[in-house]
């Protein structure tokens, strides 16, 4: 715990000191969704509930790519050594799976306020919507998490992981598509008892596969 911790802290204090990147990822998030109210601006009859939903995951699933794709790639083969001789593998992905959950967690909220702020709100549930916001965003850190690490041993990491990160992403992205269209519509809380409970063991296993494969990885 001490370990994760202060790697925890070590990625905090980084990102801190290169402020540029958060915000170029908050600048992202604002000039796509500026993007969007422009498109649908001219016909706004076309904006129907399911574009409104689809929009905001698509937007959010790029983000987190972006965001999460430079994890290791921006750890230089010095660093890593050094780490290699301080600190357990385990305690290296869980510190930068942690860390990547409360960045997306971060960009995700500001994304929905402004998101909601410009393009209208038509969630008829919004508790359930952000608890599939929340849910998505640690399945989307976790899992991009462990693909850039595998990615990271190859050259051009970013395609690589692109390529990766797809077949995995996509049935978590379906089911969440699905839980926010449940609270989109404002149906019955038990009804989506059965997509919370598929993402959250979907997440756990992300994250346990993460901390028992990724010595190995870490080991090459």
Known sequence: MNEIRTLLWKEIALEWRQ????SGMLLYIVSTITVCYLSFNARPD??????WNTLFWIILLFTAVNAIAKSFAQ??????LYYYTLANPQAIILSKIIYNSLLMLLL???GFGFYVFVMGNPVLDLGMYLLSIVLGSIGFASTLTMVAGIASKAENSSTLMAVLSFPIILPMLLMIIKLSKNALDGLDR?????EISTLLAIDTIVIMLSYLLFPYLWRS
């Open 19 to 22: 402020r540029y990147a958060l």
């Open 46 to 51: 076309l904006l129907t509930p399911i574009v």
């Open 75 to 80: 750890e230089r083969l010095g660093r890593l």
């Open 108 to 110: 995700a909220g500001i």
């Open 190 to 194: 038990s009804v989506s008892m059965d």
